[in-house]
């Protein structure tokens, strides 16, 4: 089965940028989707088809994806974006959707 | 706007049954796969299983096979979890979860999730 992996943390300071990996075997040929999940809270995708942001996500959350790598940045932190953030992919040979491991954002 | 609301889970005890429920509302119910994906305390979002919209046709993690059934009944807008055999490993977070499509198409995201419904496996 398919594995993504992403690091489980990731510190940043306001106003800085947060780049959080999601790796995975020649991911760059599959359409990555982000979500974002706060205590308490369900998840709320932020990042569709690697890149795409659905209307109510701020412009400061952005997608990229090549190779082996795809990488949710999210620009000019702010301490709302304290959360944590897991990648998907849809693994197509086996029909299941795929989560990474997660990847918990601290704003210092 | 689209809303996911489940009810149904509880403390059982192993060995035993639930049956989880997903209401829907805002949207066409029967034109969309849905899915059930869990949490267990602490830890990462793991698919269970997912129903398509047109045939029905469901699919499932191997951890849970031959133990939980989805369904769904479209002129209710509601969709199930049956679970049996229960397990202490089955304790987690419940989240009902529309993908991005339905019919024929190939699924790829979730764009509406419930707030989940608590399922704990405790004797």
């Known amino acids: 089965s398919y594995v993504l992996t992403q690091p489980p943390s990731v510190s940043v300071a306001p106003g800085q940028t947060a780049r959080i990996a999601c790796a995975g075997n020649?991911?760059?040929?599959?359409?990555v989707h982000w979500y974002q999940q706060k205590p308490g809270q369900a998840p709320l995708l932020v990042i569709y088809?690697?890149?795409d942001r659905p209307s109510v996500i701020p412009e400061r959350f952005s997608g990229s994806n090549s190779g082996n790598t795809a990488t949710l940045t999210i620009s000019r932190v702010e301490a709302g974006d304290e959360a944590d953030y897991y990648c998907q992919v849809w693994d197509t040979p086996n029909d299941h959707p795929v989560f990474g491991t997660g990847t918990k954002v601290t704003v210092l | 706007q689209v809303q996911l609301v489940e009810s149904g889970g509880g403390l059982v005890k192993p060995g035993g049954s639930l049956r989880l429920s997903c209401t829907a509302s805002g949207f066409i119910f029967s034109d969309y796969y849905l899915s059930w994906i869990r949490q267990a305390p602490g830890k990462g979002l793991e698919w269970v299983s997912y129903?398509?919209?047109?045939?029905?046709?469901?699919y499932y993690v191997d951890s849970v096979k031959g133990r939980f059934t989805i369904s769904r009944d479209n002129t209710k807008n509601s969709l199930f979890l049956q679970m049996n055999s229960l397990r202490a490993e089955d304790t987690a977070l419940y989240f009902c979860?529309?993908?991005?499509?339905?019919?024929?198409?190939?699924?790829?995201?979730?764009?509406?999730w419930g707030p989940g419904t608590q399922v704990t496996v405790s004797s």
């Open positions: 088809y690697d890149a």
């Open positions: 979860a529309r993908a991005d499509c339905g019919g024929d198409c190939s699924p790829h995201f979730f764009d509406s």
């Open positions: 129903i398509r919209s047109s045939n029905s046709a469901t």
């Open positions: 020649n991911i760059g040929s599959k359409s």
